[in-house]
């Protein structure tokens, strides 16, 4: 039976907690009471035969023995909360599984009570039988996993008079010969063929709805065959005993090691005793064992969950109520598998027609649930501005993907971008040069002084001019002179690394940036080179 304690846990008041460890049935104390009486004796009765009973040379090699415990910290040794953990969490895994698998039949019978229509007593037997066969697959796989099921329904005929199973049905399930244990799956092929065989009469208005039906039947049985198969194959023997065997090892260890062994001497002729146990705090420890009575108790109530629920289809007290569910089912399935879907209540206006819905409470309830919010998300509690003209929307301005920067830029890309500007800075200067050239062209007055000017473009074609010649040679000469400055930067910050004299550039680069110079201006002559007809362009400017 299931214990159920959600009513005592409805709020988080201090006292909630502590009503739940008065329960008794299903609780801790009930599990463990009878293990902890049993180690407290064996604690004393081993304690009365070591001091009391065993020789005085025995009792050293005992107390030996048990100094060697407390020394070599012998309970690390075992990894008994390691070995728990991993236990109850695997067994924890399993009961989950078990609770989905735990078949109801509501949707099976609303399935089958409005797909299979009509209201005579053949229709209506159809969809019962279907709902019967169903609960009786679920009866007949109980058995073999559930022992409160096997007692109450101990053989078929049990299961016959129970009103499950029809006698005649006896008789045809009776032969069949299965050399494989259950033949849970028969019922489950009877409801199936029923189905069929009402589409066949036009029960069933269309396969669609049949195909419906055969897969709630599907489900329900997949749902009985998994919790079969949790009780066909459980988890390794292996694991559970290794767990179990840890425990009651740690524990037996802890009877030897924990014990207060009185070892009589002799000292100035007078018999002395070396334990402790002279005042009454050391004498209720030695009689009492606080320590180790705390530690059994929380270590062996950890293993007792675990034996709980590896097989919560037994008959625990919080093992699952398979005999209510079975019961619930075949009431609950055969109740609505009466009822059609016609069969509903007259049509008529709602009580909130042409009205706003308003939501009621009790007196009782509602001083709770009017300081609740409602689906209401929370930055809606952020205070709006007062004067929402005066917001001002501006573009973000977003760094790109290229200008991000992982950590820190190396110093050949921070020499390059330096080395950008100081051509770009050049290259200014060169344009302000050919500016003024232009403008020295277009202040030409007269038309004579224009063919004199014409004349000379002419002549100087196919070939260099000097003047951008002597641009060009200025050009690579500050490019060399950038270089230079770096060299020296270079050399000043690198004198202690042994570095001087290297400048952190590539010789690609350096060759890269005085062949950028030599086209630039290469590409000023030749645009100069053009016809007269572009010269007389520009001198229109």
């Known amino acids: 039976m299931t214990i159920n304690y959600n009513l005592q846990l409805s709020n988080s008041k201090p006292w909630a907690l502590f009503l739940i460890l008065l329960r008794w049935r299903g609780s801790i104390w009930k599990l463990v009471l009878i293990e902890l009486i049993i180690f407290l004796l064996m604690f004393l009765s081993i304690n009365i035969f070591l001091n009391h009973i065993l020789p005085e040379n025995t009792r050293k090699i005992v107390a030996e023995i048990s100094q060697w415990f407390k020394s070599q910290e012998t309970f690390k040794m075992i990894p008994v909360e390691f070995m728990l953990g991993f236990l109850v969490q695997a067994i924890i895994t399993r ?290 501005p007062y004067d929402v003209e005066q917001i001002l929307m501006v573009p973000l301005k977003r760094n790109s993907i290229n200008s991000i920067n992982n950590g820190s830029h190396s110093m050949y890309v921070r020499q390059r971008s330096q080395r950008q500007n100081y051509l770009d800075n050049a290259i200014t200067d060169i344009g302000q040069q050919l500016r003024n050239t232009a403008k020295s062209i277009t202040n030409t007055g007269t038309s004579e002084e224009h063919r004199t000017h014409k004349d000379s473009w002419s002549l100087r074609r196919g070939k260099k001019s000097s003047t951008f010649t002597s641009l060009n040679e200025k050009f690579c000469h500050l490019n060399r002179r950038y270089m230079m400055d770096e060299q020296a930067k270079n050399d000043l910050s690198k004198q202690h690394d042994g570095t001087a004299g290297k400048l952190n550039l590539p010789k690609s680069e350096i060759s890269q940036y005085e062949q950028y110079g030599k086209d630039t201006s290469n590409q000023s002559v030749e645009d100069e080179s053009k016809d007269d007809d572009s010269f007389e362009q520009i001198a229109k400017m």
């Open 95 to 384: 009961w989950q599984k078990m609770i989905h698998d735990i078949g109801f039949i509501d949707s099976l019978s609303l399935t089958v009570a409005s797909y299979i229509h009509g209201n005579t007593d053949y229709s209506r037997m159809i969809r019962r039988n279907i709902v019967r066969y169903v609960c009786l697959a679920q009866v007949l796989a109980s058995r073999d996993f559930s022992i409160a099921v096997r007692k109450r329904f101990p053989t078929i005929d049990s299961i016959v008079s129970a009103g499950f199973m029809m006698p005649h049905e006896k008789e045809k399930f009776d032969q069949i010969d299965c050399n494989f244990g259950s033949r849970y799956w028969l019922p489950v092929q009877w409801a199936l063929s029923i189905v069929h065989t009402s589409r066949r009469e036009q029960l069933i208005d269309s396969d669609f709805y049949c195909e419906r039906i055969c897969e709630e039947i599907r489900c329900f049985r997949n749902s009985l065959a998994n919790l079969c198969k949790f009780d066909w194959v459980p988890l390794p023997l292996a694991y559970p005993q290794l767990v179990y065997l840890a425990v009651h090892v740690h524990f037996f260890i802890v009877l030897i090691s924990k014990q207060e062994i009185i070892l009589p001497v002799v000292q100035k002729n007078v018999t002395e005793s070396l334990s402790a146990a002279t005042t009454v705090s050391e004498s209720l420890h030695r009689w009492v064992p606080l320590t180790p009575a705390i530690q059994f108790f929380f270590y062996m109530a950890w293993t007792k969950v675990a034996m709980v629920l590896i097989n919560p289809f037994g008959e625990d007290d919080d093992d699952f109520e398979t005999n209510a569910l079975i019961d619930r089912n075949f009431k609950v399935g055969i109740r609505i598998a009466d009822g059609t879907s016609d069969d509903v209540p007259r049509q008529l206006k709602d009580s909130f027609w042409n009205h706003n819905i308003e939501a009621l409470y009790s007196e009782k309830s509602i001083r709770i649930n009017e300081r609740q919010d409602g689906l209401v998300g929370s930055a809606t509690r952020f205070p709006e």
